[in-house]
């Protein structure tokens, strides 16, 4: 057969087309630079809204100057679904998330429950990262994590842990315990009760009352314990009702008469609204204060979020902001878009703090290690709202339990 | 031993007053349910949400006022009556033309409004915790039997019995009251007689709703005014309509005094279970009465 020129090269062209079609359809996907895709699971509505906006506040933020510079050739974007504060809400969302958005990181949750939840079923079954930003209960990261879940919100044994430490401090013997009746309220209490135990075995503790998430009548609680005379009461308490138990304390007068000690007590997100008339005088505990410490790295974050956003940054702000840190510096240390690599690049990953130094991934148990912050509300001529003041900062291994007592709490 | 039976005397006094205290604003928010059950028998679920606006609206004023006093008492009849305004447009537009439908459709209505509220509420306050301050005068507390008591919950414990007066004298003493009455009794004979149903029911609503709003406006310095503040006083008020009898104005506040005693008196007697003790009185009530403790109008 005669084939003329034109044909010929007709037949090239059609020839270096085909060729170049299979080996696109063929070519292994990480060979391509792609974007990161964060699947975020959090509760956009109800009473921990505030807490999920200003959480995603905080991720984006990071995620301009991180964006800007690109990982792997590529950027991080992100989904975001709202859980409603829902167990099993949550649940399909993150199924989601991995089965069809195909995400490579899960992000997510304020509620403890959820979070235990979504790692176990989800993350540790789906073998997809699971970096929990909110949730405190110590389960996660403790009892029952696993080579998928990890933490850069500070837990209830580190929260226990710094209540413990300051309290012991004080010269109360007698303590109420009181609280919020879910697992948030008793996980708090048990761990500071222990600590504060073990490192002063000579308290007392004299009664116990619990009431329902959001209880809107704290009073009769607060003139009951006020007529029990403990020396001072620890509240177990987040969220709206912590603003509930700071106005209960402040209508009863019992801020001024019985010591208490509110885990996230001096978080601006409850103090502010009640500006001042806050009460003085309510010991609290956080990892995170935009006034505290006045490093030029805070002050830097604070101005970027205030002007982005309108209002100070809080700690679940924080937690998201280190997250995009971790997401990023751990994909950049792995060299690839792989979840496997991505888990073993965190692992004693230390990636830069917003408030200057530096946070660390622990290897054994995925937990954030940072400093916490034990202080006193007091009314200040700077802020029209109370802010806590007579600061004691508590370093990060001081609060956290140690890699033994997380391998025997797992049975290992 | 005559010492301890002072000390728990005293409780007791206490603890009373401070469950009639929170009864008031329980029976405030479940009469308006209970009107709206008894005249136009819609089981209205977004009654929470109009509370929850009630404390929103209140906020917006007293931030308007900035601090001043003048604001928090101009908040009790602006939040409510701004409530009222938005319920007279729902009910226009929307109930009025659902009257006749099943209840079950009803339920999902309101309900599917109670979201879409949620969500209004979200759009226009944003997710932040807010807080009412009240007055100088009504703040900081007051020793009555030996113990603390909030002068806010004493102030409660006059305002709610002038309401309820309030309301007895509307509906005992007022034509339009009347009328209401009688259509939650026999709405077809009011029709009959040539009344137009349509604005007893739509003024029914309106006042319902109204004292949602005031609710909300009541409890807002005592709570932190946010979303989701619905749910739990939706709940709430439904047991108490339920064991005070469906649609009876005086059942709603026998129902109320009931939840807030109990729960108070839990309280003292076994803190550490407290929760149980206003949602036990109800099941007793409902053993003992099934069809609530007064006379229903259903």
Redesign the interface.
């Known amino acids: 057969m005669k084939v003329n020129k034109s044909g010929f090269w007709g037949i090239a062209v059609l020839g270096i087309c085909a060729v170049a079609a299979v080996s696109t359809v063929l070519m292994p996907p990480a060979a391509q630079a792609r974007n990161i895709k964060v699947g975020i699971i959090d509760c ?4 921990p ?2 807490y ?2 200003d959480a995603l506040n905080g991720f984006k933020l990071a995620l301009e100057s991180i964006n800007k510079e690109g990982i792997l050739g590529g950027k991080i974007e992100f989904t975001t679904r709202d859980t409603k504060f829902k167990v099993d809400i949550a649940l399909n969302m993150a199924k989601e998330l991995v089965l069809r958005e195909n995400v490579d990181v899960l992000v997510g949750t304020i509620n403890s429950a959820a979070s235990l939840a979504v790692s176990k079923t989800i993350a540790k079954e789906q073998k997809v990262p699971f970096i929990v930003w909110i949730a405190k209960d110590e389960k996660i990261t403790g009892a029952q994590g696993h080579r998928y879940v990890f933490s850069t919100s500070e837990n209830t044994a580190m929260a226990g842990k710094a209540g413990g430490v300051g309290l012991a401090k004080k010269p109360y013997r007698k303590y109420w315990i ?1 609280g919020d ?1 879910y697992a948030y309220g008793h996980a708090i209490a048990d761990a500071a009760w222990r600590n504060l135990k073990a490192l002063k075995p000579e308290v007392e503790k004299i ?6 998430v ?1 209880e ?2 704290l ?3 607060f ?2 314990i ?2 029990a005379k403990p020396d001072a009461v620890i509240f177990c308490t987040g969220g ?5 138990a700071l ?2 304390l ?5 801020a001024g008469k019985i010591p208490s000690w509110i885990h996230t007590a001096i978080d601006h ?2 103090l502010k ?3 001042a ?1 806050g009460p003085e005088g309510v010991m609290g505990t956080i990892q995170y204060l935009f006034y505290y410490p006045e490093t030029p790295e805070n002050n830097a974050f604070v101005e970027r979020f205030q002007k982005a956003y309108g ?1 100070p940054p809080g700690f679940p702000a924080f937690n998201a902001y280190l997250t995009a840190q971790f997401i990023a510096d751990g994909f950049r240390k792995a060299g690839a878009i792989d979840r496997e690599k991505f888990i073993d690049a965190l692992e004693g990953l230390k990636v830069k703090s917003p408030v200057g130094g530096t946070a660390e991934m622990r290897a054994c148990d995925h937990q954030a290690v940072y400093p916490m912050y034990f202080g006193v509300t007091k009314k200040v001529p700077q802020y029209d709202f109370v802010i806590a003041t007579d600061i004691l900062t508590l370093t990060g291994n001081e609060v956290l339990p140690t890699c033994d007592e997380i391998q025997k709490a797992r049975g290992q | 031993m005559e010492a301890d039976q002072a ?1 728990f005397l005293s ?1 007791v006094g ?2 009373f007053l ?2 009639i ?2 009864a008031m ?1 329980l029976f405030v928010v479940s009469a308006g349910l209970s009107f709206i059950l008894g005249v136009l028998r819609v089981p209205n679920v977004a009654h929470g949400s109009l509370y929850m606006i009630g404390a929103f609206f209140a906020h917006s004023v007293t931030t308007v006022f900035g ?1 001043n006093p003048l604001g928090f008492w101009l908040a009790l009849l602006l939040a409510p009556l701004m409530v009222a305004a938005v319920s007279l447009v729902a009910e226009r537009a929307l109930f009025c033309h659902l009257y006749e439908r099943e209840h079950l459709m009803l339920l999902l209505f309101t309900f599917a409004l109670m979201l879409i509220l ?2 209004l509420v ?1 759009l226009v306050w944003g ?5 009412v ?1 009240a007055p100088k005068i009504l ?3 007051l020793t009555l039997f030996s ?4 002068k ?2 004493l102030f409660l414990l006059a305002v709610g019995p002038v309401i309820a007066v309030a309301l007895y004298l509307f509906s005992n003493k007022t034509r339009i009251g009347k009328i209401a009455r009688a259509a939650a009794l026999d709405r077809e004979m009011v029709s009959a007689i040539g009344i137009n149903v349509s604005w007893v029911f739509s003024f029914a609503f309106v006042l319902g709703c109204f004292l949602a709003g005031l609710g909300g406006a009541l ?1 807002a ?9 619905d ?3 939706i709940i709430e008020a439904f047991l108490i309509v339920t064991i005070g009898g469906l649609g009876n104005m005086w059942g709603a506040m026998a129902g109320s005094l009931i939840f807030g005693i109990t ?2 008196f839990g ?2 007697i076994l ?5 149980v003790f206003p949602y036990l009185a109800v099941v007793i009530v409902l053993l003992l009465k099934p069809k609530g403790l007064l006379k229903s109008v259903w």
């Not at chain 1, 956009?44 to 009473?47: A, C, K, R, V």
């Not at chain 2, 113990?147 to 909030?150: A, D, G, H, R, V």
């Open positions: 956009y509505s109800g009473p809204a505030v999920g906006k009181a009746d009664g116990e009352s619990w009431w329902k959001g809107p009548d009073v009769p609680y003139t009951s006020m007529g709206a009702s912590m603003t509930n106005k209960a402040k209508a009863t007068g019992m997100a409850v609204p009640l500006g008339e209002n | 000390v409780a206490n603890h401070v469950g205290s929170r604003i601090g949620g969500d979200k997710a932040d915790y807010r807080s301050t703040q900081g507390s113990s603390p008591i909030p806010y919950n409890v310095p005592t709570v932190s005014v946010t979303l989701g503040m749910h739990d006083i729960q108070s309280v003292l803190p550490q279970f407290a929760i």
